[in-house]
Nanobody
Framework: QVQLRESGGGLVQAGGSLRLSCAPS????????VGWFRQAPGLEREFVAT????????YYADSVKGRFTISRDNAKKTVYLQMNSLKPEDTAVYYC?????????????????WGQGTQVTVSS
């Protein structure tokens, strides 16, 4: 089973930026569709962003569009979520997820591999 590890979370003031990283325990993300999801206290996990293995297709939740960017390094060893203009409502545990596919999915149930999450807290 693929193990994913997120990093880069922390405490930031509203309007600030963070970059989250996601990497597999071994190998690369070759042939994997990777997505980012988040879960705030008392709420269900929600879709944030996703990118196809090729990098040619990306989708973003309306709430983060224009502020967040999903990307990967050239070696396909790490996927990033650049978060700019952060708002208090962005506060959540952010999860990286992956599935074997050349396409993309916004559905949580379709992602088979998940990280443990990294906390992002945005203060007012």
């Amino acid at each position: 089973q693929v193990q994913l590890r997120e990093s880069g979370g922390g405490l930031v003031q509203a309007g600030g930026s963070l970059r989250l990283s996601c990497a597999p325990s071994e190998g690369t993300f070759n042939n994997y569709n990777v997505g980012w999801f988040r879960q705030a206290p008392g709420l269900e996990r929600e879709f944030v962003a996703t990118m196809s293995w090729s990098g040619s297709t990306t989708y973003y939740a309306d709430s983060v569009k224009g502020r967040f960017t999903i990307s990967r390094d050239n070696a396909k060893k790490t996927v990033y979520l650049q978060m700019n203009s952060l708002k208090p409502e962005d506060t959540a545990v952010y999860y990286c997820a992956a599935r074997l596919s050349w396409g993309t999915s916004l559905k949580i149930a379709e992602y088979l591999y998940w990280g443990q999450g990294t906390q992002v807290t945005v203060s007012s």
